[in-house]
């Protein structure tokens, strides 16, 4: 009934024990099942994805090595990570390298060449290696390859380390530049989280507090969602609130800069809350545009998208990070669980 199957064993020497895959054709990514650990994504391509826990005495925290994303953020037993609902939004929580949302024709330059890639880069398509794991951190790396070649000319090692301390989860990106001249990149993350996160309680009664926030800029976007320099102030409610409502969406995003690097997302109505800090220089907010999804997405950037008609030369966009030759960068986020 399930036709060929492909069973595959493997030892991780150090970092996990004997775990068994099961490959069917024609399962899905979501259909697609696993033991200890194993799983098996675009099944076509028979590619295995393994899933690794971290924890301490609150907390618990499972990524898998697709994209080294994030699935579960859980304290005491209660899910925090919004668990991909394909209705309204099959990720929960992207890492975005090298590039940040949408390239125009999905195209860009560099050198005089042109090269494509998908929105938010290719890390997020990639599967990482694990190379690191304790108790409470996990770190996973990309190295380029071929296939990022053919994308992004660059020589680059990637790592997304987690680290778990008390009632906090970070994230922390880190690029290394192993080319002879210099990088260009965007760097961010988009995780998401549920809202309402108690019972009796409606998306409404939430709010997004900014306490660092001065002068909020909003990011002008087009229909299509590249810049179009329309920068406009963002009134906050008092208190320096966000009031979420889900009609806050129709337009996509709504990214910021001076924006701080903190914000809480709570309720005057509830207990439970969540604090999500930032070392990058835009914020985005987010959920699936004309829905009532039940998650908001926090997406701190470290670049936008590109400007509306314009093919962007990596070399002369501003606000991509610029490494030089044997440089390391590293830029992250946490969530702090109330």
């Not at 030892?11 to 033991?35: D, K, L």
């Not at 994504?41 to 028979?46: L, N, P």
């Not at 929960?92 to 090298?98: E, T, V």
């Not at 999804?293 to 590109?306: F, R, T």
Request: charged share 25%.
């Amino acid at each position: 009934m399930c036709g060929d199957r492909c069973f595959a064993n493997a030892r991780a020497s150090g970092i996990m024990s004997t775990y068994s895959v099961r490959w069917m054709p024609g399962v899905n990514r979501e259909q697609a099942f696993f033991t200890f650990h194993g799983k098996v994504d675009k099944v076509g391509q028979r590619r295995m994805i393994m899933d690794y826990t971290i924890q301490n005495e609150h907390m618990s925290v499972t990524a898998e090595t697709f994209g080294a994303q994030l699935k579960s953020v859980k304290k005491d037993g209660r899910e925090v990570l919004w668990q991909r609902d394909t209705a309204y939004w099959r990720d929960s929580a992207p890492n975005l390298f090298p590039y940040i949302a949408r390239l125009y024709g999905g195209e860009y330059t560099f050198e005089g060449k042109t090269y494509s890639m998908k929105i938010h880069g290719f890390l997020k398509y990639r599967e990482l290696e694990l190379v690191k794991k304790t108790e409470d951190s996990m770190t996973f790396e990309l190295r380029a390859d071929e296939e990022t070649l053919q994308q992004y000319p660059w020589k680059f090692v990637c790592r997304v380390i987690y680290t778990l301390k008390g009632n906090t989860l970070s994230s922390v990106t880190e690029i290394v530049n192993q080319d002879d001249r210099t990088m260009y990149f965007g760097a961010g993350g988009h995780p998401g989280f549920f809202v309402p996160m108690e019972e009796g309680l409606a998306f409404e009664d939430y709010y997004l507090e900014l306490p660092e926030a001065e002068n909020p800029v909003k990011i002008g976007f087009t229909e299509t969602c590249f810049r179009n320099g329309d920068n406009k102030p963002y009134e906050l409610a008092p208190g320096k609130r966000i009031m979420l409502r889900h009609d806050l969406f129709d337009h996509d995003a709504v990214v910021l800069q001076n924006a701080g690097h903190t914000v809480k997302i709570g309720s005057d109505k509830g207990e439970k809350a969540l604090i999500v800090r930032w070392d990058h220089e835009y914020v985005g907010f987010w959920h699936k545009p004309g829905t009532d999804a039940p998650y908001v997405c926090v997406e701190p950037w470290g670049s936008l998208p590109a400007r509306d008609g314009l093919t962007e030369d990596f070399a002369s966009q501003p606000d991509l990070t610029a490494l030089e030759a044997g440089g390391t960068y590293d830029v992250g986020w946490s969530v702090e669980v109330l």
